[in-house]
């Protein structure tokens, strides 16, 4: 399968707990995006790369926020000192480069559950 | 912040029916796209319509664009029980190189 995968699929943590999420782009794919998506909404923008550099990140993320995307290649995205309102499924999405945006491709999300 | 808002929020239809979805959107742009989620699959794109189509196809899908009142419709003929999920559309603004600006959806569920 050459689609874009997520690890883990499911985390239940703690408050106050620190978690990781990875997202494994399509190889070719120079742009990576971060979502949160919570019941009944559409994905909220977190983060974009392209290649290895952070470009964008959402004035709404708090510093709890930090994510990277070492050599262009993988996407790592922890949240620190976890909140109750952390939880939420985690999207990561890639695309093509290019004039505006194009057609993303969706991993199946990481659901995070913060106790 | 969400651009779009779809219309309805949530649609009930019998399965053969046609259904019918609206977005609307507040800055000019660059293409707009709908997007289908359901728990077996995710979010998958359905379709891509630049600013300067009106119209475009794809197999049972329709989707229309009226950039002059902002705003754009998904028609999906001869419904099937597959069909039942929620649809999404997402904005590129022109001001934006990369962003896509999603609507909280519409849930549709097709009865058998």
């Known amino acids: 399968d050459t689609g874009v995968s997520q690890n883990p699929r499911h985390k239940i943590t703690k408050r106050g707990q620190n978690v990781t999420f990875r997202c494994d782009p399509i190889?070719?794919?120079?742009?990576l995006y971060w979502y949160r998506q919570t019941l009944g909404q559409g994905p909220e923008f977190l983060t974009y790369f392209q290649n290895e550099a952070q470009l964008e990140k959402s004035r709404l993320l708090s510093d709890r926020f930090s994510a990277e995307r070492p050599k262009g290649s993988f996407s790592t995205l922890e949240i620190q000192r976890t909140e109750q309102g952390d939880s939420a499924m985690y999207l990561c999405?890639?695309?093509?480069?290019?004039?505006?945006?194009?057609?993303?491709?969706f991993g199946p999300g990481t659901r995070l559950t913060v106790l | 912040s969400q651009q779009g808002e779809e219309d309805p929020q949530a649609l009930s239809i019998q399965e053969g029916e046609n259904a019918t979805m609206n977005c609307s959107y507040k800055?000019?742009?660059?293409?707009l796209q709908w997007y289908r989620q359901n728990s077996g699959r995710g979010l998958v794109h359905l379709i891509l319509?630049?600013?300067n189509e009106r119209e475009k196809h794809s197999g049972r899908l329709r989707v229309t664009l009226d950039t002059s009142k902002k705003s754009s419709s998904l028609l999906i003929t001869a419904s099937r029980a597959a069909d039942t999920a929620s649809y999404f559309c997402?904005?590129?603004?022109?001001?934006?190189?990369?962003?896509?600006?999603w609507g909280a959806g519409t849930k549709l569920i097709i009865k058998p």
């Open positions: 800055t000019s742009i660059n293409n």
């Open positions: 999405a890639s695309s093509l480069g290019g004039r505006g945006a194009n057609e993303q491709f």
């Open positions: 997402a904005t590129a603004p022109v001001d934006s190189n990369y962003q896509l600006i």
């Open positions: 319509i630049r600013s």
């Open positions: 190889s070719e794919h120079n742009r």
